[in-house]
T-cell receptor, first 114, second 115 residues
């Protein structure tokens, strides 16, 4: 079945780069997403990538995809204390007309110290 | 406008109460979702509405009753809940065209405590 795995914790110093890793199992073409959740808040869509792409960059965020190893990473450049949050990796499973079922990883808690 | 609005933000209820959670979006999305999230866990899908019709029910107990009055609104009616139902309830919406690249937009959630 489909499964998404993430490391649970990452601690970095302000100004450093953060790299959050994720592996997925679905071998069919799919979209992969990164969501950010701050304490007491909902999920904010940060970025997404289609499984036939290798890389996507959006300001401080870089997503790298290794299709062979089914490995996805999110790099945050110049990490700030405001980046402290839980980051969820998710892959999509279409539901036909019903929308999209997201399969979430367990989330990586990023802690940024000043 | 990529906003999904949920009310109330916090809710405390007893096990005999009846309450409702509300969700609204004005992005023209035709798929709307209810997720349940326990602390430090990923969200779990509960229900999916597609074009105002219930299309997915992930074996959710009948004490949770969803309703989609129109394409912009989604409700979750709660009755006779148990303490283990305490969680963050998230609403989300997407275009609903069934393509794999549908982006889900989430509301801020309702933090529910059942006493």
């Amino acid at each position: 079945g489909e499964d998404v795995e993430q490391s649970l914790f990452l601690s970095v110093r302000e100004g450093d780069s953060s790299v959050i890793n994720c592996t997925y199992t679905d071998s069919s073409s799919t979209y992969l997403y990164w969501y950010k959740q701050e304490p007491g808040a909902g999920l904010q869509l940060l970025t997404y990538i289609f499984s036939n792409m290798d890389m996507k960059q959006d300001q401080r965020l870089t997503v790298l995809l290794n299709k062979k190893d089914k490995h996805l990473s999110l790099r945050i450049a110049d990490t700030q204390t405001g980046d402290s949050a839980i980051y969820f990796c998710a892959e999509s499973g279409g539901l036909g007309q019903a929308g999209t079922a997201l399969i979430f990883g367990k989330g990586t808690t990023l802690s940024v110290s000043s | 406008d990529t906003e999904v609005t949920q009310t109330p933000k916090h809710l405390v209820m007893g096990m005999t109460n009846k309450k409702s959670l509300k969700c609204e979006q004005h992005m023209g999305h035709r798929a709307m979702y209810w997720y349940k999230q326990k602390a430090k866990k990923p969200p779990e899908l509960m229900f999916v509405y597609s074009y105002e019709k219930l299309s997915i029910n992930e074996s959710v107990p009948s004490r949770f009753s969803p309703e989609c009055p129109n394409s912009s609104l989604l409700n979750l009616h709660l009755h006779a809940l148990q303490p283990e139902d305490s969680a963050l309830y998230l609403c989300a919406s997407s275009q609903g065209a069934g393509r794999y690249n549908e982006k889900l937009f989430f509301g801020s959630g309702t933090q529910l405590s059942v006493l």
